[in-house]
């Protein structure tokens, strides 16, 4: 399957999924259009996937679907926060400057878009889990790279399936969460087994 045929596959199974989903009733009851996003990238299969929890956003603006996959920028990744506040070690870890990580893969566990993780429930997760392993069968990256530990017991029940696909899964601390730059260094060492 080509990429364009791919996304339009796996948006029409994330809008399904997003209809059955409770942040989309959480929305309504808002008044709010949060809606959901597959990629800050364009696919790169082979290539590694970096992966945040969930696609944060400004809780009064709106978003709608990320509906035309030809409207991605090839170098969308570098615009997230913690793309640029790990840059150093992204570049010194993975060889991988950060501003063309165009040709990279970025992506969310989570396509549903939220303004904290408070309005994420396990049900919509579940939801998200098998679209997430599909962008990941359809990529095949060498390696996936999890920033964010809030998820990662459901990541590393992940790991198994992972490691089936031939795909080395690392989940490293997100950079909002509260370390310091040695505690960050040392988490980032263990997860790579330097």
């Given at each position: 399957?080509?990429e364009?045929?791919?996304?339009?596959?796996?948006?029409?199974?994330t809008?399904?999924a997003?209809?059955?989903?409770?942040?989309?009733?959480?929305?309504?009851?808002?008044?709010?259009?949060?809606?959901?996003a597959?990629?800050?990238?364009?696919?790169?299969k082979?290539?590694d996937?970096?992966?945040?929890?969930?696609?944060?956003?400004?809780?009064?603006?709106?978003?709608?679907?990320?509906?035309?996959?030809t409207?991605?920028?090839?170098?969308g990744?570098?615009?997230?926060?913690?793309?640029?506040?790990n840059g150093?070690?992204?570049e010194?870890?993975?060889?991988?400057?950060?501003?063309?990580?165009?040709?990279?893969?970025?992506?969310?566990?989570?396509?549903?878009?939220?303004?904290?993780?408070?309005?994420?429930?396990?049900?919509?997760?579940?939801?998200?889990?098998?679209l997430?392993?599909e962008?990941?069968?359809?990529i095949?990256?060498?390696?996936?790279?999890?920033f964010?530990?809030?998820?990662?017991e459901?990541?590393?029940?992940?790991?198994l399936?992972?490691?089936?696909?031939?795909?080395?899964?690392?989940?490293?601390?997100?950079?909002?969460?509260?370390?310091?730059?040695?505690?960050?260094?040392?988490?980032w060492?263990?997860?790579?087994n330097?």
């Open positions: 399957m080509d364009l045929d791919f996304y339009q596959y796996l948006f029409e199974l809008n399904v997003f209809n059955q989903s409770i942040i989309k009733k959480i929305q309504e009851k808002l008044e709010k259009k949060w809606n959901y597959l990629s800050a990238t364009k696919f790169n082979g290539k996937v970096f992966c945040g929890i969930y696609w944060s956003l400004k809780p009064d603006e709106s978003y709608y679907p990320q509906k035309d996959y409207k991605i920028e090839d170098n990744a570098y615009e997230y926060l913690f793309v640029k506040q150093e070690l992204i010194k870890y993975f060889n991988i400057i950060p501003e063309t990580m165009g040709e990279f893969n970025y992506t969310n566990f989570c396509f549903f878009k939220s303004p904290n993780k408070s309005y994420l429930f396990d049900y919509d997760l579940d939801l998200c889990s098998h997430f392993v962008y990941i069968e359809y095949k990256p060498q390696r996936l790279i999890v964010g530990t809030s998820l990662e459901r990541m590393k029940r992940m790991r399936e992972t490691k089936v696909m031939g795909i080395k899964l690392l989940i490293l601390p997100h950079p909002r969460e509260r370390l310091s730059a040695e505690e960050r260094l040392q988490a060492l263990r997860e790579l330097y």
